[in-house]
């Protein structure tokens, strides 16, 4: 089964820059989408970045973030370390969110569907203020 663990969440200043971790277990990193994704309060919860891929040869690998914070966040895994992270630099208050990292076998087409998504992290708290 795969488990997932965020951690390095929490209180920052606008401005600032956090890196948040999630543990992977149970997976080949070769056979998952990764992705991050957060729900403020009283929103909606949204993909915020993903690894991802739409071929059944899980050969050709993408990027994508949410529009809101492109250029500011970045997403990457360490194989090796079975680790995915989410950098976040330049943070504003409207990063506050839980955030969650999750898994979707590959290739995930469908990923824009949450459900597809199989597996979800705990989540960890991101607080934005000054």
């Known amino acids: 089964q795969v488990q997932l663990v965020e951690s390095g969440g929490g209180s920052v200043q606008p401005g600032g820059s956090l890196r948040l971790s999630c543990a992977a277990s149970g997976l080949t990193w070769s056979s998952y989408c990764m992705g991050w994704f957060r729900q403020g309060p009283g929103s909606e919860r949204e993909e915020v970045a993903a690894i991802y891929t739409d071929d059944v040869s899980r050969t050709n690998w993408g990027i994508e973030y949410a529009d809101s914070v492109k250029g500011r966040f970045t997403i990457s895994q360490n194989n090796a370390k079975d680790m995915l992270y989410l950098e976040m630099n330049d943070v504003k208050p409207e990063d506050t969110a839980m955030y969650y990292c999750?898994?979707?076998?590959?290739?995930?087409?469908?990923?824009?569907?949450?459900?597809?998504?199989?597996?979800w992290g705990q989540g960890t708290q991101v607080t934005v203020s000054s």
């Open positions: 999750a898994s979707e076998k590959a290739p995930c087409p469908l990923r824009y569907l949450q459900s597809t998504w199989d597996t």
